[in-house]
């Protein structure tokens, strides 16, 4: 049985990604380097590819050996709601990097900055339901799941949701809110996340049947965010060898621990 102190720490880590980006308007006026941002993103892509497939997926297709040669069915339909959940939040809410041609100006930047939190803060609910879905799989000890290996998860997840910490209060702080304002805003940006994860690991003793379909969603929900967001992130720039080798580096990070712990 993991401690439930184990369990509460491993869904606040992706949270204090957030908090520590952040933190970014306290030290930094023009934001994170873009090359050190694009290795960041690529190494979490990296790890969330490789978390989705051995400690969501697999499991998800072990828990269902009854079904036989359909033992694969409740990750295809899972995985598929989770694309499909995320395709639909981002058709109804603003997309993180908006783009706005109309003319510029102070209450457009508003509404821009705006739009921007209420996006960061909309996908970060089901990142939380991700890593909720992760630990509820631990702690029911019979889904294959490993404590270093959902660590590594909630970790990736972090150093994902750092530059989201930033991209929210960095504009606050240059629209005039203070850097105490804006850190503030960055923080409640990201504390969505562990309430999901939070409400998602509670729910799931009752639902112990349909934990398959939750792992394949959770693994749905990540490869929509990495495919949409992530990879775009890493191969913006000409030359983006350096976001592709951290890439290959976070996942076979999350592949040798999460097959060496196992």
Not at 16 to 30: I, Y
Request: proline fraction near 5%; include cysteine.
């Amino acid at each position: 049985m993991v401690p439930e102190m184990n369990i509460l720490w491993g869904i606040m880590i992706p949270f204090l990604g957030t908090s520590l980006g952040a933190t970014c308007v306290l030290f930094l006026r023009n934001g994170l380097n873009e090359k050190v941002k694009r290795c960041l993103v690529g190494f979490a892509a990296g790890v969330m590819v490789a978390a989705s497939i051995w400690s969501l997926l697999i499991p998800a297709m072990e828990q269902s050996d009854s079904l036989g040669h359909m033992a694969f069915f409740p990750a295809v339909v899972g995985f598929g709601i989770g694309i499909l959940l995320l395709l639909l939040l981002d058709k109804a809410v603003p997309q993180m990097r908006i783009v706005c041609d109309c003319p510029t100006g102070l209450g457009v930047e508003k509404k821009k900055t705006g739009m921007l939190i209420l996006a960061v803060t909309l996908h970060n609910i089901p990142e939380g339901m991700a890593v909720g879905v992760i630990y509820a799989g631990l702690r029911s000890g019979n889904c294959g799941i490993t404590l270093a290996g959902a660590m590594v998860l909630s970790i990736g997840i972090a150093i994902q949701n750092f530059p989201e910490g930033a991209i929210v209060s960095m504009p606050l702080y240059t629209e005039g809110y203070s850097k105490g304002k804006a850190l503030w805003y960055g923080i409640l940006s990201g504390a969505v996340e562990p309430v999901a994860a939070l409400i998602t690991v509670l729910a799931a003793n009752t639902v112990g049947p349909i934990l398959p379909y939750l792992l394949s969603f959770a693994a749905g929900a990540m490869m929509y965010v990495v495919v949409e967001e992530l990879i775009p992130e890493v191969t913006a720039d000409e030359h983006s060898y350096p976001g592709t080798i951290f890439f290959a580096v976070g996942f076979s990070l999350m592949m040798a621990l999460d097959n060496a712990l196992g």
